[in-house]
Nanobody, 118 residues
Framework: QVQLVESGGGLVQAGGSLELSCAVSGRAISNYIMAWFRQVPGKEREFVARVSGKGGPVDKADFAKGRFIVTGDTAKNTIYLQMNSLKADDTAVYYC???????????WGQGTQVTVSS
């Protein structure tokens, strides 16, 4: 059973930074494409960034480029989302996900709330 647990969310002022973590258990992240999504109530879930669990090129949404950094630590079986220069529009519940390809994610975490005050 693969489980994903996010942490690191919270309240931050605009312009600040947060680092989210996604700890994976049950299988090594090197087997998956690991991704971050976010969702605001009443809106569709939105792609943020993804990376191969084996490392390699990172794909990001346009709003994340230049501000967000996604990394993985295979020794800790954890991926991270470093978010800088946060804006009020970044307020959302952030989810991590694992899948065999970038179109389908089989496993999801429970989400962590990020609130950016303006």
């Amino acid at each position: 059973q693969v489980q994903l647990v996010e942490s690191g969310g919270g309240l931050v002022q605009a312009g600040g930074s947060l680092e989210l973590s996604c700890a994976v258990s049950g299988r090594a992240i090197s087997n998956y494409i690991m991704a971050w999504f976010r969702q605001v109530p009443g809106k569709e879930r939105e792609f943020v960034a993804r990376v191969s669990g084996k490392g390699g090129p990172v794909d990001k949404a346009d709003f994340a480029k230049g501000r967000f950094i996604v990394t993985g630590d295979t020794a800790k079986n954890t991926i991270y989302l470093q978010m800088n220069s946060l804006k009020a529009d970044d307020t959302a519940v952030y989810y991590c996900a694992a899948g065999k390809n970038s179109d389908n994610y089989d496993y999801w975490g429970q989400g962590t709330q990020v609130t950016v005050s303006s």
